[in-house]
Nanobody, 129 residues
Framework: QVQLVESGGGLVQAGGSLRLSCAAS????????MGWFRQAPGKEREFVALITRSAGITYYADSVKGRFTISRDNAKNTVYLQMNSLKPEDTAVYYC??????????????????????WGQGTQVTVSA
């Protein structure tokens, strides 16, 4: 069982920055693919960013590319999402997720929320105009 706890959300003005953190339980955090997703009111949960388990390769949704950065600290069992140049359309509940399977996943496959085994409770990010 893996527990994920997000923190760092809040209210920020457009153009501002926030850093989200997601602390994970488990001894094998370095073997998890980690993703960030978000869900705005009335919309489906969508992919934001991911970082792979071994090489730490990162991938981003087009809507956040160049503004958001995902990173991980395996010694701290934590994944981060640095969000810069925030826009009102970034307002959503942000979730981190862990994919812990042994099968190899393609970057495209890891953009699907269905492959993730564990989810955090979410943290609200609100960007005012």
């Amino acid at each position: 069982q893996v527990q994920l706890v997000e923190s760092g959300g809040g209210l920020v003005q457009a153009g501002g920055s926030l850093r989200l953190s997601c602390a994970a339980s488990g001894r094998t955090f370095s073997s998890y693919n980690m993703g960030w997703f978000r869900q705005a009111p009335g919309k489906e949960r969508e992919f934001v960013a991911l970082i792979t388990r071994s090489a730490g390769i990162t991938y981003y949704a087009d809507s956040v590319k160049g503004r958001f950065t995902i990173s991980r600290d395996n010694a701290k069992n934590t994944v981060y999402l640095q969000m810069n140049s925030l826009k009102p359309e970034d307002t959503a509940v942000y979730y981190c997720a862990a994919e812990t399977g042994v099968l190899g996943r393609t970057p495209l496959g890891l953009r699907s929320r269905s492959v993730y085994d564990y989810w955090g409770q979410g943290t609200q990010v609100t960007v005012s105009a």
